[in-house]
T-cell receptor, first 112, second 112 residues
Framework: NAGVTQTPKFQVLKTGQSMTLQCAQD?????MYWYRQDPGMGLRLIYYSASEGTTDKGEVPNGYNVSRLNKREFSLRLESAAPSQTSVYFC???????????FGSGTRLTVV | DQQVKQNSPSLSVQEGRISILNCDYT??????FLWYKKYPAEGPTFLIS?????DKNEDGRFTVFLNKSAKHLSLHIVPSQPGDSAVYFC???????????FGTGTRLTIIP
């Protein structure tokens, strides 16, 4: 029972480089989310997808793009990384009527 | 504008005593509240929730209290155990919306 799987776990990028963070869930959940966690800021929503084929901006979407490839997978792309995007990124999934989100273990990203 | 606030960044409690973590919110449309627990290098895990139609929910050593008039909720852990040392996030959502708004977190340290 894997739940939510994120790859990679760690990544160092140079300013201006691009990368995609991958997320997959095996619980048949409709909704998926990308959050970032920064010291003193808590968890802030970047993008979410209420169902396959739909995506919407969250609180801090600038500098990011997402793709809901299918029901299982929701990827987050940084087109041109900036030091302000240094953070820990969490993917989560949920289903209406089921308590709470299931989170992945996170991706620690450093942009130098 | 932080809609969910945890004003105590950290809290230390002796093992066996009660831990009380507090959370305030400003959005009167929130109708469901959750607490998550996070260990280092792991994703947050769901702990306990409460609907706005209740003022208390209990699950073993964990009890959440909701005071709607004060827009305040609290998590009580009794008795506190060393394994409870973690960061605790409160979260809220409004009716019919699966998106969660998280607080900034409180780091709880249980002293043996």
């Amino acid at each position: 029972n894997a739940g939510v799987t994120q790859t990679p776990k760690f990544q160092v990028l140079k300013t201006g480089q691009s990368m995609t963070l991958q997320c997959a869930q095996d619980m048949n959940h409709n909704s998926m989310y990308w959050y970032r966690q920064d010291p003193g800021m808590g968890l802030r929503l970047i993008y979410y997808s209420a169902s396959e084929g739909t995506t919407d901006k969250g609180e801090v979407p600038n500098g990011y793009n997402v793709s809901r490839l299918n029901k299982r997978e929701f990827s987050l792309r940084l087109e041109s990384a900036a030091p302000s995007q240094t953070s820990v990124y969490f993917c989560a999934s949920s289903e209406l009527g089921v308590d709470g989100y299931t989170f992945g273990s996170g991706t620690r990203l450093t942009v130098v | 504008d932080q809609q969910v606030k945890q004003n105590s960044p950290s809290l230390s409690v002796q093992e066996g005593r009660i831990s009380i973590l507090n959370c305030d919110y400003t959005n009167s449309m929130f109708d469901y509240f959750l607490w998550y627990k996070k260990y280092p290098a792991e994703g947050p895990t769901f702990l306990i929730s409460i609907s706005s139609i209740k003022d208390k929910n209990e699950d073993g050593r964990f009890t959440v209290f909701l005071n709607k008039s004060a827009k305040h909720l609290s998590l009580h852990i009794v008795p506190s155990q060393p394994g409870d040392s973690a960061v605790y996030f409160c979260a809220a959502r409004d009716f019919g919306n699966e998106k969660l708004t998280f607080g900034t977190g409180t780091r709880l340290t249980i002293i043996p």
